[in-house]
């Protein structure tokens, strides 16, 4: 770990705001909340190392075996399939090692490439253009979300579709007990709330179709 001095402001690193407050230090962790966004960010100078963390993603167990995480998928895959026309082109972006999304979605009639920055890093596929976008359980391992948003502004065809899935952050009292703070790879944690304000800041619509999924559409031009 870095030496820094405890609470060292620093500017949100997904909206880009200065105006960033102190909110919790629990664990030895330091956590800022955006006043703009309302992000909750872990300090960066005590995020893991690449090393460290691709050692706990190897940990992973996500089969397509596995009904429960089919179900868990589904939550995300359900309500994107209702907006797409047939026989789309997308990319499941942070995969993982086990792409069982893009399993799913290439099983209901879509072309479906697959990026990991760990597993599968082709890159040449950052340079296409995608009719949807998938990030399940992936935002909250950004380091730099803006700068990931604007990527995968850049990648959606007009009118296409980025459907994302993450834990929202909700109760602050409960924050120190819960589990998806606990996870180490875990650095920035998104309000609802937040994924209305980086929608609106690229003029994308987005809805809630159930809680922890965010579907956003870039406009037409």
């Known amino acids: 770990m870095k030496d820094f001095i405890p609470d060292t402001p620093f500017d949100c690193n997904v909206c880009g705001a200065t105006e960033t407050h102190h ?19 872990l300090n ?34 359900d309500p994107l399939l209702k907006k ?43 340079d296409q253009n995608y009719d949807f976008i998938t990030c399940t359980e992936t935002i909250e391992h950004f380091h730099r979300p803006a700068r990931e948003f604007k990527r995968l502004e850049r990648m959606l065809q007009p009118g296409g579709w980025l459907a994302v899935m993450t834990c929202f952050q909700t109760d602050d009292s409960r924050f120190s007990s819960w589990h998806y703070r606990r996870d180490p790879t875990h650095v920035v944690f998104y309000r609802e709330y937040t994924l209305h304000h980086i929608a609106r800041n690229f003029g994308w619509s987005c809805e809630v179709p159930i809680k922890d999924v965010a579907l956003m559409q870039k406009p037409l031009k």
């Open 84 to 126: 797409l026309n047939p026989s789309r082109t997308g990319l499941d972006y942070g995969c993982g090692p086990a792409p069982v999304l893009a399993q799913l979605l290439t099983e209901a009639g879509h072309n479906v490439s697959i990026f990991d920055p760990f597993f599968f890093p082709d890159h040449s596929l950052l």
């Open 44 to 77: 960066p100078a005590e995020w893991l190392s690449p090393e460290l963390e691709y050692a706990l993603y190897l940990k992973h167990e996500n089969s397509p075996a596995d009904s429960g995480y089919i179900n868990f998928l589904s939550r995300l895959a």
């Open 23 to 41: 909110f919790l230090c629990v664990d030895g962790k330091h956590y800022r909340r955006c006043n703009r966004c309302m992000a909750t960010i």
